[in-house]
């Protein structure tokens, strides 16, 4: 009896405890489950800086409401640049960004006070706004009711093969937008490089065909006669059209000394020796340009009126005047002939040079037209050689002359002339200037077997003329040499 009592009471015993075991078991199953799905919720909420739950797609627009206003908002475009003028991002790319601001309120709202915005890439890196840059177009007036008004805005980002996450309002009570911007859906209008030409399209508008073929010269600077001088480097003073390179009005005529004028109506120019200030009235429109006709100018300091038609007519388009962005430029033959100032563009180390000019040529090389005379190279001259010289091989009695053509580069002459002949005759040697008078700009007298050294300077003059005649007498002829350098 008692074993029967025993078995029951260690069967009984035997069920609890594998009760209890069950139970166990079923309460940690629980607790593995229960933790898991806190995982998933942990793993969900990586992102706690803003809202992922109504995203906006690239076009989409999202509503504000706030206080004292209501306005719809659209993403329209994106573009993702490795360089702007050739400057890199401090970042990686610069993203900018395209969106509209729709006033559906019944009160005009301030543009500035609703163009803002934050960029996330998907690694959760935030974009830093960029405002440097004056083509970002930014509304500064009011949105009157109904309207709306475009707006960009330019930052600085590290790349994402995925997204970008655009949050506007970000933080704020009146509700944020948040637009997931997919990197395969950036527009490629620029192919990653904004240029100058991209910049004057984005801050004024489609450019004219005649503005597009202008090209701003880079000028890092500028020296007058040698010596280095200051220009304004938020101003583009060199420009090239046609070939042909032009510079600023205003600068130019600053450091020549001389005010240049222009009466539309009857399509003239003044020049005036003196800086003054005069205010060109722009011809076109900012983004068009075009070309400014000139028929005459009227030189003050000689009291001379030039027509345009008076010169060749392949240079006669030189004579007109160009208008870009509101700024008149002047082409080397008007600075040259009327300002006494040659300038020159030196590309390869981005310099401007008025006046003298850094890089010389032998004055043989700028022979344009002779009764006569002619270049010549590798003479030699009582005992020492020279590379070459202009040789006027029969000067007698009757005059011989040639012409130096400047090209507008050069107005500085430093050489020698030599004068040889079996002759006791002396010999004139004149250089005069392109005018109906010939002009002497200075002159000398050789005797026999004489050498000279002669400084000629003819800034203003495209031409100028040598001129060689011996005294009265037996014409038992002779032969003058001039040698040297033009800058």
Known sequence: MKKILLIAILFTMSVVIMACSSDEADSVEENVESDGETEEQSD???????????????????????????????????EVLNDIVGQQSSEEVYILLDYQITNTGEEAIQGLAVTEGNLFNAAGAKGLSVTSYDFISIPDTEIKPGESAAAQILFEQEESDEYYDFIYNF??????????????????????????????TLKGGEMSEFAQNIEVLEVEKVTHNGEEIEFPTDQEIMIESEGEVYIDSDFITTVADYELTYDEENQYVEVIEGKADFQFEPQFDENDGGIIEVNEFYFDENDEYISRSDYKAESQELYNLIEYKNHVYLSYAITNDFLKETVNYNQSESTVEIGENSKSKQVSEILHDSGGPKAKENVTIQGEKYDGAIDFDDVGSFTEYVWLNGEHKYS???????????????????????????????????????????DIDFSGEHFMGVFSKQAIGNNTGGQLLVIGEVK
């Open 412 to 454: 500085h002459f430093n050489g020698s002339i030599y004068y040889k002949t079996d002759s006791n005759l002396t010999l004139t040697v004149s250089f005069v200037k392109n005018d109906n008078n010939q002009t002497v700009i200075k002159e000398f007298e050789l005797e026999p077997g004489e050498m000279k050294d002669v």
């Open 44 to 78: 969900g909420d990586e992102n706690t800086l803003y809202d992922e739950s109504n995203l906006l797609s690239l076009g989409q627009s999202g509503s504000i409401e706030a206080t004292n206003s209501s306005y719809e908002v659209t993403v329209e475009s994106f």
């Open 171 to 200: 933080g704020s009570s009146d509700g944020e937008l948040v637009w997931r911007l997919n990197a395969d859906e950036a527009a490629n209008e620029f192919d990653g490089q904004l240029t100058q030409e991209d910049i004057e």
